[in-house]
């Protein structure tokens, strides 16, 4: 079921009206004009939601740095969630997280050759990188991480994440459920996305989808699904990675502080002997409380086992004290990315690199662009692409 992890509380829907009100104005306000939206000349594509975290920002991130980086210097700026420091920051490979905010700093240690950047107000952090004072290297695109609402901000692109279980068509908003505006304002997206979905999804269902989320035709609807790589140890001197199918003699504590944990719980079920889940909030500040509670958890299992956790929690748990000598040994971080189904990436990745190449001011990714539609030009069958279900 594509609802199947919405709860409502209906007795907030009055409140979820009255809330709905301030929104509508706010856009309202944005779409007369009374308040400014900014465009860039260099090309900016925001990534994110109209649901309240949980829909995989994150691995869409970092899908997106893995496709330009290789092409184009880009930078990512992000609000830089529950940091302590204040204004714009360039984070280098030594900024602590408690200045930066734990996803920022996460992609900076898994791609340090890329600007990260946090900046509450995004304006202001998206002139500070492109005015070329406080980069190295010339940013030639910027990914804004978790900036659907931030409307001051005009995209070149902007791109909608939907998490399948929780279907912003059958939600709420804010406080009786977890939509931040309401369901209409997807149509600001030039590209939607479905993430988490199930690799079982049949044909039927996949028209069932697009049928629901009743886009216009300028928009583009891709799906997506989690893959979980091998886990690593998060501590040194524990060498040896982890398979999941190598969890079935486990007894394995699934140590979580992310907004929807229930989707790693499901697909890592099947494959442990026993699976605990030990959760704690999104972006949770793991507190010596808590590494008592981790330790006695774990202690109580029976052996052989493990404690698995997230990328994003592992680097709040890597610099906390306390943990047991056993229980460091065999704490493992699963990372995840994303695959498209229906074998959209080809033309989502024509999508993202067309943008970029087009609107870029790098006269070398100009020059492939010139030189890329010179050779389109003599190549017959460059048509619009469709997805077909025919053979899925």
């Not at 107000?121 to 002139?127: A, M, N, P, V, Y």
């Not at 989808?209 to 893959?227: D, H, V």
């Not at 498209?340 to 020059?367: C, H, P």
Request: charged residues 25%; aromatic residues 8%.
């Amino acid at each position: 079921m594509s609802d199947d992890f919405i709860k409502l509380n209906k007795k907030l829907l009055p409140l979820s009206w009255l809330y709905g009100i301030g929104v509508e104005f706010r856009n309202l306000l944005f779409e007369m004009g009374i308040l400014k939206s900014h465009s860039y000349k260099t090309p900016v594509i925001s990534v994110g939601n109209i649901t309240v975290g949980g829909t995989g920002k994150t691995p869409h991130v970092e899908y997106l740095i893995r496709l330009l980086k290789g092409i184009t210097h880009v930078a990512v700026l992000s609000r830089g969630y529950k940091r302590k420091s204040k204004g714009f920051l360039l984070a280098t490979t030594d900024t602590p997280l408690s200045d930066i905010g734990d996803e920022p700093y996460q992609i900076k240690q898994k791609y340090p050759e890329i600007d990260v950047a946090v900046d509450k107000k995004r304006t202001r952090g998206i002139e500070n990188l492109i005015s070329g004072k406080c980069t190295q290297k010339e940013v030639d695109a910027i990914l804004l991480d978790d900036a659907f609402q931030h409307r001051h901000v005009k995209p070149g692109l902007n791109i909608l994440l939907v998490d399948y279980h929780r279907l912003i068509i059958y939600d709420k908003l804010l406080p009786a459920g977890r939509l931040r505006e309401p369901v209409k304002g997807k149509n600001r997206a030039d590209i939607v996305i479905v993430t988490k979905c199930p690799t079982t999804l049949n044909p039927m269902e996949f028209r069932v989808l697009t049928k629901q989320m009743n886009l216009y035709p300028y928009q583009q609807l891709f799906f997506t699904t989690i893959c979980y790589e091998p886990m690593r140890p998060l501590f040194e001197g524990t060498e040896r990675i982890v398979r999941l199918e190598e969890l079935k003699d486990k007894n394995v504590l699934l140590l979580t502080g992310i907004a929807s944990p229930k989707q790693i719980y499901y697909d890592l079920k099947p494959h442990a002997n026993s699976l605990q889940p030990l959760r704690y909030g999104d972006h949770h500040n793991f507190k010596k409380k808590d590494i008592i509670r981790i330790n006695a958890e774990f202690d109580a299992l029976p052996s052989p086992k493990l404690i698995v956790t997230t990328e994003k929690d592992a680097v709040r748990l890597k610099d906390m004290e306390g943990l047991s000598p056993e229980a460091r040994q065999n704490l493992y971080v699963l990372p995840i990315s994303i695959k498209f189904m229906l074998q959209g990436d080809e033309s989502f990745n024509e999508k993202i690199i067309g943008y970029v190449r087009k609107n870029s001011r790098n006269s070398i990714l100009a020059k492939d662009t010139d030189d890329h539609k010179s050779k389109d030009s003599h190549r017959s069958g460059n048509g619009p692409r469709t997805i077909s279900f025919r053979n899925n």
